[in-house]
């Protein structure tokens, strides 16, 4: 077999199975840090909870443990190399849901044990924060939202495992509100694309919806009430007609972009004084970054605040496991390697000294 890493690449192998899709990648790290993708895998597996409105956590673990042997097997052809020119494996440890981690976890351990190369147990937020550094070459520091179906918040990018947590959401993630709102709107799930989908055709004005926490001190997120707020003029107007629909979509989008923008810019004025104005960089991750109207009202911001902006592309904005082996060679090249016995972690904060927030639903 050719060798395909480059004089003084690592290569690593990254497994993602902390939700609902079942990913496997390989990524080489030439030893002054900048990365190459070989090859990124992913499996959805929303057609197996389709039925049931939402994933469900024992179909999950099941559906990782049938297919990712062959997701494995398919990022190391598609890279062009095997097991034993991999040096190193990383799974994601954490947090998510707990059986599909222990899938994509234990198969990392079983490679890690049988071919003798080191383990990376990787936080998933951790990945997500790291993404730009494979795809904008952007290292740390910059400041972060990271917006996805479990997690809403504003994180101070500080290093490699030095991460500042600026803000959370009280009660909803913003993919959760999302997918809520499209499910009480009759649309298919995951709700993000099929919300921003509808938004397009829709009068985001016709709809009085709140922004919620705008203008609050500090920069945390809720979306409870919002969702609420469209359930309630859903009912008053139903039944819906497909135009009644698309402006509830588009008034809610434009809710969530102008609350999102009012937080975010909140996070840039403590995330400078944090830094000594040494901040230049705001990225946005996770599956909701791949929203197009919240890419463009993040663009306005940043410019507006003298600062570049950078999401990584679509396919790499939801989960994947490329982001998991960029994370582990980061992670390895400075040394940081875990045992057999790594514990998959369903919540694992990666601030664990942020202060406590009050809410209904508040997330690590
Ligand atoms: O990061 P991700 O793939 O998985 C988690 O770690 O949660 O994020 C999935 C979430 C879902 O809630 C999905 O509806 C949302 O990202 N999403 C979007 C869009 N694409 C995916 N939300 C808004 N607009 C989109 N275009
Ligand atoms: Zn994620």
Same mark, same amino acid.
């Given at each position: 077999? /050719?060798?395909? !890493? +480059?004089? =003084?690449?690592? *290569?690593?192998? &990254?497994?993602?199975?902390?939700?609902?899709?079942?990913? $496997?990648?390989?990524?080489?790290?030439?030893?002054?840090?900048?990365?190459?993708?070989?090859?990124?895998?992913?499996?959805?597996?929303?057609?197996?909870?389709?039925?049931?409105?939402?994933?469900?956590?024992?179909?999950?673990?099941?559906?990782?443990?049938?297919?990712?042997?062959?997701?494995?097997?398919?990022?190391?052809?598609?890279?062009?190399?095997?097991?034993?020119?991999?040096? /190193?494996?990383? !799974? +994601?440890? =954490?947090?998510? *849901?707990?059986? &599909?981690?222990?899938?994509?976890?234990?198969?990392?351990? $079983?490679?890690?044990?049988?071919?003798?190369?080191?383990?990376?147990?990787?936080?998933?937020?951790?990945?997500?924060?790291?993404?730009?550094?494979?795809?904008?070459?952007?290292?740390?520091?910059?400041?972060?939202?990271?917006?996805?179906?479990?997690?809403?918040?504003?994180?101070?990018?500080?290093?490699?495992?030095?991460?500042?947590?600026?803000?959370?959401?009280?009660?909803?993630?913003?993919?959760? !509100?999302?997918?809520?709102?499209?499910?009480?709107? &009759?649309?298919?799930?995951?709700?993000?694309?099929?919300?921003?989908?509808?938004?397009?055709?829709?009068?985001?004005?016709?709809?009085?919806?709140?922004?919620?926490?705008?203008?609050?001190?500090?920069?945390?997120?809720?979306?409870?009430?919002?969702?609420?707020?469209?359930?309630?003029?859903?009912?008053?107007?139903?039944?819906?007609?497909?135009?009644?629909?698309?402006?509830?979509?588009?008034?809610?989008?434009?809710?969530?972009?102008?609350?999102?923008?009012?937080?975010?810019?909140?996070?840039?004025?403590?995330?400078?004084?944090?830094?000594?104005?040494?901040?230049?960089?705001?990225?946005?991750?996770?599956?909701?970054?791949?929203?197009?109207?919240?890419?463009?009202?993040?663009?306005?911001?940043?410019?507006?605040?003298?600062?570049?902006?950078?999401?990584?592309?679509?396919?790499?904005?939801?989960?994947?496991?490329?982001?998991?082996?960029?994370?582990?060679?980061?992670?390895?090249?400075?040394?940081?390697?875990?045992?057999?016995?790594?514990?998959?972690?369903?919540?694992?904060?990666?601030?664990?000294?942020?202060?406590?927030?009050?809410?209904?639903?508040?997330?690590?």
């Amino acid at each position: 077999m /050719a060798d395909i !890493a +480059a004089g =003084g690449e690592t *290569l690593v192998l &990254g497994i993602e199975t902390s939700c609902d899709e079942t990913a $496997a990648a390989v990524v080489a790290r030439s030893a002054d840090g900048k990365a190459r993708l070989l090859s990124s895998v992913v499996r959805a597996q929303w057609e197996h909870h389709r039925a049931f409105g939402g994933v469900v956590p024992e179909i999950a673990a099941r559906a990782h443990a049938e297919c990712l042997d062959e997701i494995v097997t398919l990022a190391l052809q598609e890279a062009g190399t095997g097991l034993d020119e991999i040096d /190193a494996v990383a !799974a +994601a440890a =954490g947090p998510g *849901l707990i059986g &599909g981690l222990i899938v994509g976890l234990v198969t990392a351990k $079983a490679i890690a044990a049988a071919k003798k190369k080191p383990l990376i147990a990787v936080n998933h937020l951790e990945a997500h924060a790291l993404t730009v550094g494979l795809t904008d070459d952007l290292p740390p520091p910059y400041l972060m939202l990271l917006v996805s179906g479990g997690h809403t918040q504003l994180l101070l990018v500080k290093d490699v495992g030095d991460y500042n947590r600026l803000a959370t959401t009280i009660d909803d993630a913003l993919g959760e !509100a999302f997918d809520k709102t499209a499910k009480l709107l &009759g649309l298919p799930q995951p709700g993000g694309p099929s919300v921003e989908r509808c938004a397009k055709t829709g009068n985001a004005r016709r709809f009085e919806l709140p922004r919620p926490m705008k203008g609050r001190a500090e920069p945390h997120f809720s979306f409870a009430g919002l969702k609420t707020a469209v359930r309630q003029r859903a009912n008053e107007t139903a039944p819906l007609t497909d135009q009644d629909i698309a402006d509830l979509c588009a008034g809610f989008q434009t809710a969530v972009l102008e609350a999102v923008v009012d937080r975010a810019a909140k996070a840039i004025h403590a995330a400078r004084d944090e830094l000594d104005g040494e901040l230049k960089h705001f990225v946005a991750a996770g599956g909701v970054a791949a929203n197009q109207a919240l890419r463009t009202g993040l663009t306005e911001l940043t410019a507006k605040e003298g600062l570049s902006f950078h999401a990584p592309p679509i396919a790499l904005c939801g989960d994947n496991a490329a982001m998991i082996a960029w994370a582990g060679a980061e992670r390895f090249a400075r040394g940081l390697v875990d045992d057999l016995d790594a514990p998959a972690r369903p919540r694992w904060p990666l601030d664990s000294a942020a202060p406590k927030v009050r809410g209904a639903g508040v997330k690590a």
